[in-house]
T-cell receptor
């Protein structure tokens, strides 16, 4: 079982719609969770961090964390063509010295 | 605030040659990560430093890869000898460290390595 799993996609959404991305992780004691956006040929860019159960909103992005079910999700509202990218889920385990493990990423395509 | 600096941006070498990458983390960041990202995959952790000590190097191919972080600031990652399958982007990231509540990590621009 992979430590962090994501559907590779591509996830195709029409412009203006909501994109929903999911991520599951295997280590129950993971403590910090992150979403990164990566454009083709560029390095990952941090867009959201979440540390406790529930929802966290930042602009058009909402991260949701459910530690009991070991999943974290990202919602992108009012999707724009500029949101087309690969979204990487990352999980940090502080007890392991802040080891930061990434999933394989979900490619999102927003169609005008 | 300056970000994570990496050099070179691109490198093309022949198999069996050696290559070195350099990373300068964000000032004050105690944790430094080196990742390998193969096209179409997520970043794979190669080695993680806390100051100048190694925290995790379980996925570092130690027969050919080495890394150091002298003085707990800059770091170098070396490959010797390179193989074709080492062609990838090598990403450096840094974060405040294990004793901080904020564990957000920030990436440099990466070094794209092509082994021919």
């Amino acid at each position: 079982q992979k430590e962090v799993e994501q559907n590779s996609g591509p996830l195709s959404v029409p412009e203006g719609a909501i994109a929903s991305l999911n991520c599951t992780y295997s280590d129950r004691v993971s403590q910090s969770f992150f979403w990164y956006r990566q454009y083709s040929g560029k390095s990952p860019e941090l867009i959201m961090s979440i540390y406790s159960n529930g929802d966290k909103e930042d602009g058009r992005f909402t991260a949701q964390l459910n530690k009991a079910s070991q999943y974290v999700s990202l919602l992108i509202r009012d999707s724009q063509p500029s949101d087309s990218a690969t979204y990487l889920c990352a999980v940090n385990r502080k007890a392991a010295g802040n080891k930061l493990t990434f999933g394989g990423g979900t490619r999102v395509l927003v169609k005008p | 605030e300056a970000g994570v600096a990496q050099s070179p941006r691109y490198k093309i070498i022949e198999k069996r040659q050696s290559v070195a990458f350099w990373c300068n983390p964000i000032s004050g960041h105690a944790t430094l990560y080196w990742y390998q990202q193969i096209l179409g995959q997520g970043p794979k952790l190669l080695i993680q430093f806390q100051n100048n000590g190694v925290v995790d190097d379980s996925q570092l191919p130690k027969d050919r890869f080495s890394a150091e972080r002298l003085k707990g600031v800059d770091s170098t990652l070396k490959i010797q000898p390179a193989k074709l399958e080492d062609s990838a982007v090598y990403l450096c990231a840094s974060s405040l460290g294990r004793f901080s509540r904020n564990t957000e990590a920030f990436f440099g621009q990466g070094t794209r390595l092509t082994v021919v």
